[in-house]
């Protein structure tokens, strides 16, 4: 007799499906993190991008603090034993709206993930205050020491900003480099974690020098659609394109849909009524303006002014963006240069020759920039979006023309000072804004533009129509005439894309005639400055349908017919608008409205010229001679 085999029980089969199960998940997740590892390291850390420091600290010493209100003050370490000996915090008069508790402390630093050829020297600064989150008013200067024994002839010292939750290292804004005394000067208008490295000239900087370095920042995916239009409120926005386009691209890393995508609605491959977009930068700029021109005072009045600082700029631009991985802000000012009574060639400034860039990438002698005035377009512009300007790492930026050429460009630039983006606006506030550009920007800081006539429900008989309506706010009323002024954007017979500006009145009010085809006319209005593209405040379509009567027939359901222009004069005594069809004796209905308080009358049809009176009683007189002929 011969046994069967034992059967496996059920208990068995379970089991064995659960290991197998578990072998099959493990794979899937083996592959699925190899995949991302993969794509990170093919798509991220080819293209550059910020770097990740991983840093520990070790306790915390406070060295020196003091309570300090709205008239400033001056915080210094002075004990020799002290490794911050030389430090120094001073706060300028109204930086603080009240008294304020201020620290300077230090924590000592255990490096886990640093490149060889970066060394951090000394410990982590810490600087706090009451109010952490809250910035100052006006720059702070930051004075701190560093070992310069432990540098060499063409090394600098930098002083960056350490972020706890990201690991990114942020460059700071410097106002002075002692190499004498080994003291450097930043300004901020936050307070954080300070950390001093120094970047070997034979390692990572040498190789940038040599091969070039790449932030991966590209202008078509991070920069913005929109140019640099400014608004009723600033002579131009590209401070605030440029730092917001570097820290979208820092702290969100290309979304799905790239930042240059994000705000294009409506048209295209039109601008003005990117709303969101122009609001976003406008309001970012009205921010950090008045921190920024304090900026200026601050270099002369922390330091020795531009004319000492020149040879150090250079150097910091591309080892700031080798040590932090993040593109480089960069302001460009047009100075004459003259003789003080110290020997010093100081810079004097040219008025309104200033602007901000974006510097991202070095290759081949050149730094290439991203610049607000010119955003990517696809085809024939192309080239012209490529901006770049010849730099050496020991002489600097040659001259720079922001515009087509050197010879037509009134924007030229041979003063280039980089500093931090959020030197100026704190990164909670940038987050706060670009959360409120993305729902809209329902709060009403801007303006809207309010149409009174036509409305939506009106048909037009005549072959052009006057827009009426108003924009209007306390900040739009402050702002200057120069950006006082209504376009309107329309199809002709001879163009797809015409252009009429009226100025708008003091009141907010605004009329503009606008010539109409037959059917559905889009009219785009756009509150600006005088020149096109320039001073945006508000957007609004108008969409008006123009019809053709026949001779026989009715008018219009929508309105009453009149028999004459007597009829219309009494109704036009009682009603502030009025707008009604007249029938012609010719045949025909005219068109009869009144548009202003004066009640200056027109009557028109399709065929004829309009006839316009200024005196009321001559407009009644020859509107009835006009009907009775």
């Avoid at 010292?157 to 690991?167: I, K, L, R």
């Avoid at 506030?429 to 809209?440: A, I, P, V, W």
């Avoid at 009010?509 to 037959?518: D, G, R, W």
């Amino acid at each position: 007799m011969i046994e069967s085999a034992p059967s496996w029980s059920k208990r068995n089969k379970r089991i064995l499906l659960f290991c197998c199960s578990c072998i099959l998940i493990l794979l899937v997740c083996i592959v699925v993190v190899t995949t991302g590892y993969w794509v990170y390291y093919t798509y991220f850390k080819s293209r550059g991008g910020p770097l990740i420091y991983e840093l520990t600290l070790e306790g915390y010493n406070l060295e020196e603090s003091d309570s300090i209100d709205f008239n400033g003050g001056v915080i210094k370490v002075n004990d020799t034993s002290s490794p911050l000996y030389g430090a120094k915090v001073e706060i300028a008069e109204g930086s603080l709206t009240e008294s304020e508790s201020v620290e300077i402390g230090y924590s000592e630093i255990q490096i886990v993930n640093i490149p060889e050829d970066m060394e951090i020297l000394g410990e982590m600064v810490v600087l706090e205050k009451t109010k952490k989150d809250e910035l100052f008013n006006y720059p702070v200067a930051v004075t701190l020491p560093f070992d310069k024994s432990r540098v060499k002839n063409g090394e600098l010292v930098g002083v960056y900003e350490y972020d706890e939750d990201t690991g990114y290292l942020q460059s700071t804004t410097l106002a002075d480099y002692d190499e004498e005394n080994g003291t450097i000067t930043i300004l901020i208008t936050h307070f954080s974690k300070l950390v001093r490295i120094k970047v070997s000239i034979e390692g990572k900087l040498k190789k940038a020098i040599s091969n070039g370095y790449d932030t991966g920042f590209r202008v078509n995916e991070d920069g913005f659609f929109i140019s640099n239009w400014g608004s009723f409120e600033t002579y131009g926005n590209c401070l605030g394109m440029s730092s917001m386009a570097k820290f979208q691209y820092v702290y969100k890393k290309r979304p799905q849909k790239t930042f240059y995508e994000r705000y294009r609605v409506g048209l295209k491959d039109e601008e003005f009524d990117d709303e969101a977009a122009q609001e976003l930068v406008g309001r970012i700029d009205v921010k950090l303006e008045p921190r920024f021109l304090r900026m200026q005072e601050d270099m002369f009045r922390f330091g020795k002014g531009y004319y000492s600082l020149n040879k150090y700029y250079p150097m910091y631009v591309l080892q700031n963006m080798v040590v932090t991985g993040q593109p480089e802000l960069l302001y460009l000012r047009k100075a004459n240069y003259v003789t003080d009574p110290n020997g010093y060639v100081r810079a004097e400034f040219v008025l309104g020759n200033n602007h901000a860039v974006l510097a991202y990438k070095y290759e081949d002698g050149y730094m290439h920039i991203y610049d607000p005035n010119f955003p990517y377009r696809r085809g024939a512009d192309e080239n012209r979006n490529d901006r770049k300007i010849k730099f050496s790492y020991d002489r600097g930026f040659d001259t720079y023309y922001s515009g087509l050429t050197s010879e037509g460009s009134k924007y030229t630039f041979d003063v280039f000072i980089p500093f931090a983006s959020n030197f100026v606006i704190g990164n909670r506030e940038m987050r706060d804004l670009l959360t409120l550009s993305l729902e809209g920007f329902s709060d009403g800081y801007y303006p809207d533009i309010t149409i009174d006539y036509p409305k939506p429900e009106n048909i037009v008989i005549s072959d052009s129509v006057t827009i009426r309506g108003n924009i209007f706010s306390e900040k739009y009323k402050a702002a200057s005439n120069d950006y006082k002024y209504i376009h309107a954007y329309y199809k002709s017979s001879t163009s797809d894309k015409d252009h009429r500006v009226q100025k708008i009145s003091s009141d907010g009010s605004f009329s503009i005639n606008v010539p109409l085809l037959s059917g559905e006319n889009v009219i785009h209005l756009v509150a600006g400055g005088q020149a096109e593209n320039t001073g945006w405040a508000a957007y609004k379509k108008v969409i008006v349908n123009l019809e053709s009567f026949a001779k026989e027939g009715s008018p219009p359901p929508q309105y009453d017919p009149i028999d004459t222009c007597e009829e219309l004069w009494e109704r036009g005594k009682v009603e502030y608008e009025v707008d009604f069809y007249a029938e012609d004796p010719k045949g025909g209905w005219v068109h009869c409205y009144d548009y202003n308080e004066d009640l200056d009358i027109f009557c028109k049809d399709g065929h004829l010229d309009s006839i316009e009176w200024n005196e009321i009683e001559e407009d009644y007189a020859k509107c009835i001679k006009y009907l009775n002929q």
